[in-house]
């Protein structure tokens, strides 16, 4: 990307749980552009897939919210904004999902007692996903997918998280990384290993579509 830096960036945090049965009914997104322009907003993170993991353009891979009343929020967003000169990131929940998690069990992180909820701490909040399943492959094709369908400028990835995950994949992993699964250091290590090389398999998906946008690993460390 060109050296272009925003003055003045909106995060549009949305995520909608399954049962709102109207989502985007009333959405204009002419006025929605119009309005950002006239607070002199020039960056906008938009929902391409929330915490639920209900995407909000029509993805032949993920689950598009079953409330949507838009076909394409999106990518309505995308082009009214670029019409008014505002750049836009696609944002992803990386670190949860909270549909593919029921889905797929298998791609939900296992702590050292054998939990995908950690109730004491959290009750049922959320459960995590783990980057080394099924899961990375899963987000990797929908964040391929929103960049062959939009010609966003930038990539948000939220709630990457270091903590440590003991389902079958991350033990066999451990050990074959000369790693004790016992040792929970060594917990925490091999899930920053797993969680660099998803940040690397993005770095290169975007240079492979011959995209030069802005990349933001939230959880991370800014380097």
């Not at 598009?64 to 505002?86: E, N, S």
Request: aromatic share 14%; with cysteine.
């Amino acid at each position: 990307m060109d050296r272009w830096f925003a003055k003045r960036a909106i995060h549009l945090d949305f995520h909608t749980m399954p049962g709102v049965y109207d989502v985007g009914i009333e959405f204009d997104p002419e006025e929605f552009a119009e309005t950002l322009l006239k607070a002199s907003v020039d960056y906008i993170t938009v929902f391409a897939k929330c915490n639920l993991g209900f995407a909000y353009y029509p993805t032949k891979i993920g689950i598009v919210h079953p409330g949507l009343k838009r076909k394409d929020l999106l990518g309505d967003m995308v082009y009214a904004c670029h019409k008014k000169g505002i750049r836009v990131s696609a944002y992803f929940n990386a670190g949860l999902d909270h549909e593919h998690a029921a889905l797929h069990r298998e791609w939900c992180k296992v702590n050292k007692n054998g939990q995908v909820f950690e109730v004491d701490k959290m009750g049922y909040f959320f459960r995590k996903m783990c980057l080394n399943t099924g899961y990375r492959e899963h987000l990797l094709n929908m964040i391929g997918e929103v960049l062959d369908m939009y010609p966003v400028d930038g990539i948000f990835l939220d709630c990457l998280n270091f903590y440590p995950c003991y389902g079958i994949e991350c033990i066999e992993g451990m050990r074959k990384s000369g790693m004790d699964p016992f040792n929970e250091k060594h917990g925490w290590d091999f899930c920053f290993m797993i969680t660099e090389k998803f940040v690397d398999e993005v770095k290169n998906l975007v240079r492979g579509k011959n995209k030069n946008i802005l990349l933001y690993f939230n959880g991370l460390h800014y380097r």
